[in-house]
């Protein structure tokens, strides 16, 4: 993994799930344990004192459905309220920036989940393209 620490913000990158697993990153919360054991190229960044953060990574198309079947699909007019908090890294894409409101995102589905965070339930929302098989999570 590669850290850089500005400010009160981490960085970390992880070639696959079973790295980040092994470097112990899921007992910390930061990386969340639903994602799917097989994913590859997971980014992440958090701040550390108001435990915001975003993350992304590939999955195995094969576990696309079964990776959100515990969380809530967001409406039309829930997806069109997203405002997205703000992140620079290049990794991160520009459709994602900001406020949807009424951007044209074929392919995208977004859901939400409340999952437990260092002794708190926090709303973490997720964008995922199931035609690249990708995920974004932000909290």
């Excluded at 910390?28 to 701040?47: A, F, K, M, Q």
Aim: aromatic letters at 16%.
């Amino acid at each position: 993994p590669f850290f850089v620490k500005g400010g009160k913000r981490m960085y970390s990158y992880y070639p696959s799930f079973r790295l980040a697993a092994s470097a112990g990153v899921l007992q910390e919360g930061w990386i969340p344990r639903y994602i799917p054991d097989g994913s590859t190229e997971l980014h992440e960044i958090h701040n550390e004192v108001n435990g915001s953060g975003w993350i992304t990574f590939k999955f195995p198309p094969s576990l696309g459905k079964k990776m959100v079947s515990n969380f809530t699909t967001l409406t039309t007019q829930g997806v069109q309220n997203l405002k997205i908090p703000g992140i620079s890294d290049r990794w991160w894409p520009d459709i994602l920036k900001g406020k949807i409101g009424k951007k044209k995102m074929p392919g995208w589905d977004f859901y939400r989940t409340n999952r437990s965070f260092r002794g708190k339930q926090r709303i973490e929302f997720m964008a995922v393209n199931l035609i690249k098989s990708e995920a974004y999570v932000w909290r």
